[in-house]
């Protein structure tokens, strides 16, 4: 053997270990000279195939061919539908894709199906580093598991496959005990022969990351008594701290028993709803895959409420029943509008003392107040940006809400009571208030990282976050930490949370920040659990991280996702940079590619991230459009009509609708000076919220139900009018009549100069203009409604119209 004898060794289940040397064996498994070190037993080696290997390694060599396998068992979010392809240093890398000679084949049905690619040896060249990935047709890199024995880190914080020459499938093993022994038993094997001698740990992290349990977790108060079950696999100690006091300072202290499935527990006596507790947990340090201190407080991951982001957990006793008559619009009647709790009470003329102004209760009261804002506007959801426990230092201070740190708490911050856990009921009314309103509650959920205090890197860093080679934390999220997606318990406290949200506050769906890095088989599962709880839920994802996109992988589920497509086109077609062809594309609802059905596209030009829309488009210098220009407010209007008129499901950011600015400034995650609504620019751009919600209402009507399509439609229900010189565009919405609701004709001209548009045979008559650039008239456009002549529309610059069948 070489210098090192072994590759890889790790427990697959205790008793049973997979090894793999560092070169291909072709003797006896019974003359392989290892020695079991750590523990008294018998022991048999069984070769695996050289198919099994390449399950795990991606490769294995046969009949003078190699072979990649791509397993879905290994593989997380392989879409049996797309096209698959082996790309590497050996064929271009993206320029493999399309190219037939390394696509991958299907070897059997369905989501399980393994996939093959076979090239020839002499193909690769002897002697050279090969590293290679799986790549889909739409572009997107298969990530690979950590655990891959040939995992080699590529220049871009990834990982890649890396290809030896004298590891070709048959040095891979399994290693069966001759009776069971605890995963995490630490043994090494040593290779000993006459002239050599080296040694590998078992590696325990494989078994422990597969550890589940099915108990209840966190606090639950029973009669006259209160269980407490924390799961926290590679502790070697946990303590309770539980007192009556929000500092802890007449805390007590009770030690927890483990029990085999990884799980610590207690049980104190007397009636402790109310009362206040922390973790400790204690363990080894033996390497940078954990984070273990037996000093600091640690919050309860399933604790209900917390007084505060550093804690302590808060014990309540059951959770409220909610109203469950109320259910969401369908989702192709959906129109949103995404809000934050303090930015829309802000500056809000309201009577309210400053702790109110800061959270739930000014929220609510802002939404039952005369005159408000989402009522005129029209929108009959809101996506609340999150209101999840997260990171703060005083109450005071501004956030976002993208650093949470815990799933089932909510922001302290935004309570007026934290330590009575007064968030809880001041939630549930804000909800119930919205429903009585008319407005569904869609929650903004971050899973994919965590903030400070990091409870979950503390009780098990391995366990509940990516790793790389160093044992540091992968960063895809671009904050610090990306969520081990994977672990049994991992899905579990993600989906048990959100279940927790939709029973004890009536919410009717959820935003995944980053969707990406939880991946499609953690939202499939997520999807089929919440759809058991409230069928109607609303599942939308932001389908991207700084590692991949995976919009269009979510095509077979029953998610929606934010259409970033649409948001990066819009301006560019507004300020004449691209064709009407994408235009097209988006007013059918991005379909084929990104959308199974119209609703599954959330189509949007400004969210919270980034520079205010108006800041995108003004022609004012530093991208600053406090004070926009006339061109400015009319492509502000015919974003507005691109907006309501295409299939899927519109979002606006809050004040948007009046010409919100952010001033230049592009990221305002901690800016509440800036991304307040200021209701007084409301007064001064009142026609453009005017405008736009007359777009709202128009479409929500029965008058504008061919715009609110569930299905796909047929080939006939749009007619285009396209001219050749000209990037105006015109459409016939139900143009076959085979939709109900009445035909509408659409037209946009985003040019400063006047443009005929040829109707091709289209014959006008009968059709009333009810809308252009700046006016609405639902009984028709009297004075100058838009000219025809010789089969001809005219359309002024920068402008749009819209005729509804009479």
Sequence with gaps: MTAHAFEKAYWERPGLAVVFLARDWHKDPLELPVVIEGVKCSCQWEPMSPMEVAGITGYCELKGHWVFVCDPVYIANVDPDEPLYVAGSFNGWAEAVGDSRFKMVATGEGDSSVRICSIPVRSIPAGQEVHFRFVTASGRWLPIPRRTPNWAQNPFGGGDYLLHENRTGRHGFRLLLDHPV????????????????????????????????DQPLGARVGDGKVEFRL???????????????????????????????????????????????VYHVDGHNADA??????????????????VSPSGPGIIVAGDRAVNKTWEPPCWHDLVIAEIHVRDAIAKADLKLDPVARRGFTGFTRWIRSEGNYLRSLGVNAIELQPIQEFEYGDPDEYH??????????????????????????????????????????????????????????????????????????????????DIRASGPMVRRLIIDSLVHLVTAYGVDGFRFDLAE?????????????????????????????????????????????????FREYIPQYLTGSVSSDGLKWFIQGSPGRLT?????TVNYAESHDDHAWIDVITGNPDHNGMNPTQTDRWRNHLMVSMLMVSLGIPMLSAGQDFLRSKQGVRNTYQRGDLNALAYDRLRQYSGSHAYTSAWIRFRLSEAGQVLRQDAPPEDGFFRWMIPDNS?????????DHSRMGRRLVYAINPDGTETALPLNGFRMDGFVQIADHERWALEGLMDWPFAFDDGELSLPPMSCGLWIES
């Design 231 to 277: 799961f926290a696999p590679r502790a070697t100690g946990v303590q309770l701290a539980l007192g009556r006091s929000p500092d802890l300072s007449d805390r007590t202290l009770h030690e927890m028993s483990a029990s085999p499935d990884g799980t610590w527990s207690c049980e104190v006596v007397g009636e402790w709803d109310g009362a206040y507790y």
């Design 400 to 481: 976002w809400g993208y650093m949470p740190v815990n799933y089932f708490s909510l922001s302290s911050a935004y309570a007026v009571d934290p330590s009575c856990a007064s968030g809880m009921d001041e939630f549930r009314e804000l909800v119930q208030t919205c429903h009585d309103e008319g407005l569904a509650v869609i929650l903004d959920v971050v899973y994919n990282h965590l903030g400070e205090p990091n409870a979950l890197y503390r009780i098990d860093k391995q366990y509940y976050f990516e790793l790389d080679s160093n044992n540091d934390p992968t960063n895809w999220s671009g904050v610090g930490n």
């Design 517 to 565: 890095l939880l991946g499609k088989s953690l939202l499939a599962e997520i999807e089929r659990k919440l759809k058991s709880v409230k069928p109607s839920v609303v599942l939308i994802a932001e389908p991207w991280s700084f590692r991949s996109h995976i919009a269009e992988d979510l095509k077979s589920t029953g998610f929606a996702s934010w259409n970033d497509a």
């Design 289 to 306: 895959s954990t984070y273990f201190d037996v000093v600091f407080p640690i919050v309860d991951p399933y604790a209900r409420a917390m």
């Design 727 to 735: 990037r105006a565009l015109g459409v016939v919405l139900n143009a």
């Design 596 to 600: 199974r059905f119209p609703a599954q």
């Design 182 to 213: 605890p995963g995490d038993k630490l043994m090494r094997l040593v290779w000993q022969d006459e002239a050599f001698c080296s040694g590998i740990l078992i590696d325990p992290s494989e078994h422990h990351l597969q550890m589940a349990s």
